[in-house]
């Protein structure tokens, strides 16, 4: 059972750059999450889903799309990197259970 | 709009004694809070979530409590360890649409 698996761990990108983080939880959980974490700032949610083929935006989500085509995974894509976009992003997915969130171990995203 | 506030950001304590962690929050009655665990470089671990409903819960030696009058819950860590040194983040769901909006965590260091 692997949990959520993200990739990459790290990244560098330039500026105007595009790229897709990668998500997959295999838990068969409904609702799939997309925070970026920066120093003092907290966990920030950028977009979120309820179920495939449904997203929404959350606190963040300037400069980011995702999709949800099936249940396990949740791409999130950056359109045209910024420096203001360097972050550790984590993906989560949870169940209906109130279990509570699983989250990636996250990917270090840095723009040049 | 809803404002999660972890009054302090750093907590050192020596081993044995009590760890006790403030979140408080203001303007939305969530339906339930929860506390996580972060390690440095990894993602978020879910520890404990408390309904509105409820004044207390207990995990081994975890112990959390929410007072929706106050608007606050507090997270208790007894007899801690060396071990328990991370920084703790506490989260709510504001509409209960599974949207988790995440303090920005007291990190605690626990000297043996």
């Known amino acids: 059972n692997a949990g959520v698996t993200q990739t990459p761990k790290f990244q560098v990108l330039k500026t105007g750059q595009s790229m897709t983080l990668q998500c997959a939880q295999d838990?068969?959980?409904?609702?799939m999450s997309w925070y970026r974490q920066d120093p003092g700032m907290g966990l920030r949610l950028i977009h979120y889903s309820v179920g495939a083929g449904i997203t929404d935006q959350g606190e963040v989500p300037n400069g980011y799309n995702v999709s949800r085509s099936t249940t396990e995974d949740f791409p999130l894509r950056l359109l045209s990197a910024a420096p203001s976009q360097t972050s550790v992003y984590f993906c989560a997915s949870s169940g209906t259970d109130l279990g509570g969130y699983t989250f990636g171990s996250g990917t270090r995203l840095t723009v040049v | 709009s809803q404002k999660i506030e972890q009054n302090s950001e750093a907590l050192n304590i020596q081993e044995g004694k009590t760890a006790t962690l403030t979140c408080n929050y203001t303007n939305y009655s969530p339906a339930y809070l929860q506390w996580y665990r972060q390690d440095p470089g990894r993602g978020p671990v879910f520890l404990l979530l408390i309904r509105e409903n409820e004044k207390e819960k207990r995990k081994e030696r975890l112990k959390v409590t929410f007072d929706t009058t106050l608007k606050q819950s507090l997270f208790h860590i007894t007899a801690s360890q060396p071990a328990d040194s991370a920084t703790y983040l506490c989260a709510l769901d504001m509409a209960n649409d599974y949207k988790l909006s995440f303090g920005a965590g007291t990190t605690v260091t626990v000297r043996a």
């Open positions: 838990m068969n959980h409904e609702y």
